[in-house]
């Protein structure tokens, strides 16, 4: 059993930032692979990004490549995105989640996980 609470969301000018943080309570922090995803209104569920058990691999959705940056403090229970260059697009739902699965090619799939967190709110302005 994994707990997963994300906080950081808010309303931003599109060009700013913000970092989400997502923290694990429960079990072993370590032993899950993370991930973040997005939903925006009327949209599907979308992947945005994921980090191996030991942070050695992440992935990015090509949306997203070179704007966000997702790291893990598995001292701290804690998985972050860094948001940077936010574009109105960006405005959804986020959610962390954690996947038993331990490979990189897993973790970009939302059925591959676990558990999820319950959603913090991006809202971008233009």
């Known amino acids: 059993q994994v707990q997963l609470v994300e906080s950081g969301g808010g309303l931003v000018q599109a060009g700013g930032s913000l970092r989400l943080s997502c923290t694990a309570s429960?079990?072993?922090?370590?032993?899950?692979?993370l991930g973040w995803f997005r939903q925006a209104p009327g949209k599907e569920r979308e992947f945005v990004s994921c980090?191996?058990?030991?942070?050695?691999?992440?992935n990015y959705a090509d949306s997203v490549k070179g704007r966000f940056t997702i790291s893990r403090d598995n001292a701290k229970d804690t998985v972050y995105l860094q948001m940077n260059s936010l574009k109105p697009e960006d405005t959804a739902v986020y959610y962390c989640?954690?996947?038993?699965?331990?490979?990189?090619?897993?973790?970009?799939?939302?059925?591959?996980?676990?558990?999820w967190g319950q959603g913090t709110q991006v809202t971008v302005s233009s």
């Open positions: 429960g079990r072993t922090f370590s032993s899950y692979g």
């Open positions: 980090v191996t058990w030991n942070g050695g691999s992440t």
């Open positions: 989640a954690a996947s038993t699965y331990g490979s990189i090619v897993y973790l970009r799939r939302g059925d591959n996980y676990n558990y």
